[in-house]
């Protein structure tokens, strides 16, 4: 008897021990931010969603909606920062708009390349995890977070200033020929990131503030070409895609499915990225 409760008492222990050492994934929890620049990652659980103009009042490049499934993975919860990009680089600087500062701390970096999103994400990845950009099916994926409408937050644009930082009414009064949502979000350039409501992931920004570089070639056929299972485009083409719209876009450039392509050695005034953790 003692020894059977022995036994059993040194499974628990060591069951115990195995849990501590490799703990469980909270699908939906932040995690640590064990790495060189502090950025904290969301876990995503994977599945299956309609990737693509959902709703029906998008660009060509957008169709045909089709069916995409993703793996699990962590995306940053917030758009990487202009304090985390200078731990890499700290001559890099964002600029100016207009006057208006778009190299403050906690801003979203911007003027940023392709190329120097993927070094980045290369050097951090010497401080103990894998981090890449986000494909652009786990960018849509993450951005949509289950929601099937033009934005996260529902097909309202009227509701865009509790969610994101784009161009809003005061932008409109200033800048006549920006296409702008009815509604005022309090910033005329980036917004410090995190400064909107997340979507139903827990992650900030995906739309508005910074358009965000991802892995994929751009094709505006891509979408007829894909597996259906972790698709990337990687095939021929002159541009990297950028996703999100940013705090100078209207409606149709904010929406969840909205795709540009850029020349990958070309940064912008409100193109930066976020990174996806893979292990
Ligand atoms: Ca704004």
Same mark, same amino acid.
Request: glycine share 10%; proline share 5%.
């Given at each position: 008897?003692?020894?059977?409760?022995? *036994?059993?008492? %040194?499974?628990?222990?060591?069951?115990? %021990?195995?849990?501590?050492?490799?703990?469980?994934?909270?699908?939906?929890?932040?995690?640590?931010?064990?790495?060189?620049?502090?950025?904290?990652?969301?876990? =995503?659980?994977?599945?299956?969603?309609?990737?693509?103009?959902? =709703?029906?009042?998008?660009?060509?490049?957008?169709? +045909?909606?089709?069916?995409?499934?993703?793996?699990?993975?962590?995306?940053?919860?917030?758009?990487?920062?202009?304090?985390?990009?200078?731990?890499?680089?700290?001559?890099?600087?964002?600029?100016?708009?207009?006057?208006?500062?778009? /190299?403050? +701390?906690?801003?979203? =970096?911007?003027?940023?390349?392709?190329?120097?999103? %993927?070094?980045?994400?290369?050097?951090?990845?010497?401080? &103990?995890?894998?981090?890449?950009?986000?494909?652009?099916?786990?960018?849509?994926?993450?951005?949509?977070?289950?929601?099937?409408?033009?934005?996260?937050?529902?097909?309202?644009?009227?509701?865009?200033?509790?969610?994101?930082? %784009?161009?809003?009414?005061?932008?409109?009064?200033?800048?006549?020929?920006?296409?702008?949502?009815?509604?005022?979000? #309090?910033?005329?350039?980036?917004? +410090?990131?995190?400064?909107?409501?997340?979507?139903?992931? #827990?992650?900030? /920004?995906?739309?508005?503030?910074?358009?965000?570089?991802?892995?994929?070639?751009?094709?505006?056929?891509?979408?007829?070409?894909?597996?259906?299972?972790?698709? *990337?485009?990687? &095939?021929?083409?002159?541009?990297? =895609?950028?996703?999100?719209?940013?705090?100078?876009?209207?409606?149709?450039?904010?929406?969840?499915?909205?795709?540009?392509?850029?020349?990958?050695?070309? &940064?912008?005034?409100?193109?930066?990225?976020?990174?996806?953790?893979?292990?």
């Amino acid at each position: 008897m003692f020894l059977r409760v022995l *036994v059993v008492n %040194v499974f628990l222990v060591l069951s115990m %021990v195995l849990l501590a050492a490799h703990p469980a994934v909270v699908f939906g929890e932040t995690a640590s931010a064990d790495n060189a620049a502090g950025i904290e990652f969301v876990a =995503v659980k994977g599945g299956c969603f309609q990737m693509g103009d959902s =709703v029906g009042d998008g660009d060509p490049n957008e169709r +045909p909606v089709h069916e995409a499934c993703v793996s699990d993975f962590s995306m940053g919860k917030y758009e990487v920062t202009n304090e985390q990009f200078k731990k890499f680089r700290p001559g890099h600087k964002s600029g100016t708009f207009e006057g208006m500062s778009l /190299d403050e +701390p906690k801003q979203p =970096v911007v003027n940023v390349s392709w190329e120097d999103a %993927v070094e980045y994400a290369k050097w951090l990845s010497k401080s &103990g995890h894998t981090y890449r950009l986000p494909t652009e099916a786990e960018w849509e994926y993450a951005a949509r977070a289950g929601s099937t409408a033009a934005y996260f937050w529902g097909n309202d644009p009227a509701e865009a200033c509790k969610y994101a930082n %784009v161009a809003d009414a005061t932008a409109q009064k200033k800048y006549p020929k920006w296409r702008s949502f009815n509604c005022d979000d #309090g910033h005329l350039v980036a917004a +410090p990131v995190g400064s909107f409501k997340p979507n139903a992931f #827990g992650l900030y /920004d995906m739309l508005g503030n910074a358009w965000e570089w991802v892995e994929d070639v751009y094709s505006a056929e891509a979408y007829s070409k894909l597996p259906k299972n972790n698709p *990337v485009y990687g &095939g021929s083409g002159e541009y990297r =895609v950028e996703r999100g719209g940013g705090w100078s876009n209207g409606p149709l450039g904010v929406r969840s499915s909205h795709r540009a392509g850029v020349s990958p050695t070309f &940064g912008h005034r409100s193109l930066g990225f976020r990174l996806v953790m893979v292990k």
